[in-house]
Nanobody, 116 residues
Framework: QVQLVESGGGLVQPGGSLRLSCGVS????????MGWYRQAPGKQRELVAG???????NYADSVKGRFTISRDNAENTVYLQMNSLKPEDTAVYYC??????????WGKGTLVTVSS
């Protein structure tokens, strides 16, 4: 079992920044991929950024150059640094983990609102 808890969402003006955190606990050793997804109202959930256990990262085209995913193994936390935020980045952001089970785990999400 893996438990994921997101934090760091909130209201920010266009052009601003936020850093999301995902605290990870449980069978951490079994995780091979972690990702940040988002779901805007009326839209499907989409992968925003991902990081493998080897450190490889990937990003959605819409966030390349603006968002950065990273992890702190000592703190068992995955971060999503979001810069130059746009209104279209408004969504609930979810942390996701894939394990060698294979199993998939989700956090409950954190709301990001980009508005003036």
């Amino acid at each position: 079992q893996v438990q994921l808890v997101e934090s760091g969402g909130g209201l920010v003006q266009p052009g601003g920044s936020l850093r999301l955190s995902c605290g990870v606990s449980g069978s951490i050793f079994s995780i091979y991929f972690m990702g940040w997804y988002r779901q805007a109202p009326g839209k499907q959930r989409e992968l925003v950024a991902g990081i493998t256990s080897g450190g490889s990262t990937n990003y959605a085209d819409s966030v390349k150059g603006r968002f950065t995913i990273s992890r702190d193994n000592a703190e068992n936390t995955v971060y999503l640094q979001m810069n130059s935020l746009k209104p279209e980045d408004t969504a609930v952001y979810y942390c996701n983990a894939l394990t060698r089970g294979p199993m998939e785990y989700w956090g409950k999400g954190t709301l990001v609102t980009v508005s003036s």
